[in-house]
C-alpha cells in the first residue's frame, strides 16, 4: 500500500509528552499545607501552655519588683496599668477598620493593639487563673502589691469606656470643625458682600454729590445776565 503525498505526516514533536511520573516521597498540595496548619496549632498550644506556666510568676514578680510593699505605689502602678493598656488597645485596633488599608497593615495594627493589652491581659489571666502557676502569682501580689490587682481592674473598664469615648467624640469634633469653618467662610463672604455694598452705596453718593454740584454751577451760570 502507498502512502498518500497530501496526507501530513505526523512528526515526533506533535505527539503528546507524558506528564512526569510522580515520586514515592511526592506529597498533594492540600497534605503540605494541612501539616503546616497543625505545625502552627500545635506551636501555638505548646507556647500557650508554656506562657500560662512561666509569665503569671514572672509578672507578679515584676509588679513586686517596682510597688516594694508599698501601698501607694500599688495602687498608683495599678491605675497606670489598668487605664494606659486599656485605652490604648482600643484606640490602636479602631484604627484597622479604615477601608482601603492594606491587609499587612490592618494585621500590624490588631497585633500592636493585642500587645499593648498584654499588661492587662496578663494581670486578668492571674486573677481568673486556676492553675498552680495562677496561684502562686496571687500570692505573690497579695503579699508584696495588695492593691494593685483591684485597682488595675477598675481602672482597665474606666480606661475601655474612656477609648470607647475618645471614639465616639472624634467625628463629633471633626463634625464641629467643619461647622466652625463653614460659619467662618458664610461670615467672610457676608463682610465681603456687605463692603462690596457700602461701596456701591458711598460710589453712588460721591456721583450724585457731583451732580447735584454741577447742576446748581449750572443754574448759577444761566441766572447771571
Known sequence: MTENPGTPVP?????????????????PAWLNRGIGIAAVVVALVLAYLIASIALPVMWAHTIGTQVQSNAGSAIGLGIFYGFVFAFLPVVMGW????????????????????????????????????????????????????WFSSWSVWFMVVGVLAGVGAILAVPLWRRRGQRIRAYKVAEKAQRKAAEAAYKAAAQQTREAEKAATKAARNAERGKQP
Do not use: C, F
Open 95 to 146: 484604627q484597622a477598620r479604615y477601608k482601603g488599608m492594606k491587609r499587612w497593615l490592618r494585621i500590624s495594627i490588631l497585633v500592636v493593639a493585642v500587645l499593648l493589652a498584654v499588661p492587662n491581659l496578663l494581670t486578668l489571666g492571674i486573677l481568673n487563673g486556676t492553675n498552680n502557676a495562677a496561684h502562686d502569682a496571687q500570692r505573690i501580689l497579695s503579699v508584696e502589691a495588695t
Open 11 to 27: 512528526s515526533s514533536s506533535d505527539a503528546p509528552v507524558p506528564a512526569a511520573p510522580r515520586g514515592p516521597g511526592h506529597r
